[in-house]
């Protein structure tokens, strides 16, 4: 099972991103998917999480500014990003609860992470 992340780059303060990450390979279901962020020196902290029927956790920081959705049937989860500030410049990361094809338990699967750059 892979992650791929897409849509990171260098935006000014007050722009939007969207990043993307679609999950591939022998895939029976995916459980909860979410969105990490870490910045050099720091844990990598939880930004958006979205369970597979839609109930979504955003950390306070991104409350209003940040929204996270979901394509089931394409494996694909969003992280639509407005109002960006300095603050937000991290790697950010894509995280997926993955049941793969053959098996009966949920494997914590990560991408290769993305970068966000936001120049005040």
């Known amino acids: 099972v892979q992650l791929v992340e897409s849509g990171g780059g260098l935006v000014k303060a007050g722009g939007s991103l969207r990043l993307s990450c679609a999950a591939s390979?022998?895939?029976?279901?995916?459980?909860?998917m979410g969105w990490y962020r870490q910045v050099p020196g720091k844990q990598r902290d939880l930004v958006a999480s979205?369970?597979?029927?839609?109930?979504?956790t955003y950390a306070d920081s991104v409350k209003g500014r940040f929204t996270i959705s979901r394509d089931n049937a394409k494996n694909t989860v969003f992280l639509q990003m407005d109002s960006l500030n300095a603050e937000d410049t991290a790697v950010y990361y894509c995280?997926?609860?993955?049941?793969?094809?053959?098996?009966?338990?949920?494997?914590?699967?990560w991408g290769q992470g993305t970068l966000v750059t936001v120049s005040s």
């Open positions: 979205i369970t597979r029927s839609g109930s979504t």
């Open positions: 995280n997926a609860g993955v049941v793969a094809i053959g098996t009966f338990r949920s494997v914590n699967a």
């Open positions: 390979g022998r895939i029976f279901s995916i459980n909860d």
